[in-house]
């Protein structure tokens, strides 16, 4: 009897600490992520040079591009097919990270955020965007870019 009233006391378990809003980014969060924000711009302005300013011209963009077939598809370009790409299509472009985190180690960082792409104000895909940062005497650029690329289940904000 012991036994059984020994197994069945509950041993209360305190709540969860209420969540509190992430405080907004230091200097350096702000500074890795300062050319990822002008890429965009500069993908939203279709201004190739200003595209290239921000990134290192040795690097890769890599797209991950789901299949209607389930499957996935690689793509990788350099940056200056990346750039150039950009000149037909929609009138405009806009990219937005959604609650990215950044990680930084000496003059490396990386940021791994969800993101939304809009073409002429209408969500057209959405994914997982990964940036590898590089640090240099003249700042920090985009080295490489990874992302997922969905049409499904793709958020409308």
């Not at 378990?13 to 405080?23: G, R, S």
């Not at 950044?102 to 959405?126: E, K, P, Q």
């Not at 965007?129 to 870019?145: C, E, I, P, S, Y």
Request: glycine residues 6%; proline residues 8%.
């Amino acid at each position: 009897m012991l036994l059984l009233a020994l197994a069945l006391q509950v041993t209360p378990v305190q709540p969860l600490p209420k969540a509190v809003p992430l405080p907004p980014p230091d200097a350096d969060t702000a500074a890795v992520l300062a050319p990822i924000d002008r890429l965009f711009a500069a993908v939203t302005a279709k201004d190739r040079a200003a595209i290239l300013a921000q990134v290192r011209t040795d690097g890769r963009n890599s797209a991950i591009v789901a299949m209607p077939d389930g499957s996935s598809e690689v793509r990788t370009r350099s940056w200056a097919d990346f750039a150039g790409g950009l000149t037909d299509g929609p009138s405009l472009l806009q990219e937005r990270l959604v609650n990215p985190v950044v990680d930084i180690d000496g003059n490396l960082a990386m940021v791994w955020s969800s993101y939304i792409f809009r073409a002429d104000g209408r969500v057209t895909h959405c994914g997982t965007d990964q940036f590898t940062m590089v640090r240099d005497a003249a700042g920090w650029k985009v080295q490489h870019l990874t992302y997922t690329q969905r049409q499904t289940d793709c958020p409308a904000g």
